[in-house]
């Protein structure tokens, strides 16, 4: 099994409107030798987090409601980095998944939106038409 490491240093990228993350001088705290301490604050949602499916679906789940190893399996990346058109192409994700088991494995919808906001550019969220979204519900339903 290989991980691959999404995280990234707070700070790097902030929600456009979100407050940035704000670090204050060092502080003396600890014993003889007075180790250093930062304050720092930041919004409730930099850093790494997982969407859980309540944020999606009426009755979806919350992150507490599944097991801390659920979150350890193999991944099948869809790719499509880079994509110009505001809409993933539904064929395609049928084409990349139709023969693919998912059973124990999680997919990652990879399409480099991050990575172009990173660099300043003014992209918008790449969206999935509806039917697309429920193939993919619906596969992975009849393994889980």
Same mark, same amino acid.
């Given at each position: 099994?290989?991980?691959?490491?999404i995280?990234?240093?707070?700070?790097?990228?902030?929600?456009?409107?979100?407050?940035p993350?704000?670090?204050?001088?060092?502080?003396?705290?600890?014993?003889?030798? %007075?180790?250093f301490c930062?304050?720092?604050? *930041? /919004?409730? =949602?930099?850093?790494?987090?997982?969407?859980?499916p309540?944020?999606? @679906?009426?009755?979806?789940?919350?992150i507490?409601?599944?097991?801390?190893?659920?979150?350890?399996?193999?991944?099948?990346?869809?790719?499509?980095?880079?994509?110009q058109?505001e809409?993933?192409?539904?064929?395609?994700?049928? %084409?990349?998944?139709?023969?693919?088991?998912? *059973? /124990?494995? =999680?997919?990652?919808l990879?399409?480099?939106?991050?990575d172009?906001? @990173?660099?300043?550019?003014?992209e918008?969220?790449?969206?999935?038409?509806?039917e697309?979204?429920?193939?993919?519900?619906?596969?992975?339903?009849?393994?889980?």
């Amino acid at each position: 099994m290989k991980i691959i490491d999404i995280t990234m240093w707070m700070g790097n990228w902030v929600y456009p409107g979100d407050k940035p993350l704000q670090i204050s001088d060092p502080y003396s705290a600890f014993g003889k030798d %007075k180790e250093f301490c930062y304050n720092f604050s *930041t /919004n409730s =949602a930099d850093g790494t987090h997982i969407q859980s499916p309540h944020y999606f @679906l009426k009755d979806g789940k919350k992150i507490n409601e599944f097991p801390i190893d659920y979150f350890q399996r193999e991944a099948v990346v869809v790719d499509f980095y880079n994509l110009q058109d505001e809409f993933i192409p539904g064929n395609e994700l049928r %084409k990349q998944l139709d023969k693919e088991n998912l *059973t /124990n494995k =999680a997919v990652i919808l990879r399409t480099g939106i991050m990575d172009q906001l @990173l660099e300043g550019k003014n992209e918008k969220d790449k969206r999935m038409h509806p039917e697309d979204a429920q193939y993919l519900i619906d596969k992975l339903k009849r393994i889980h």
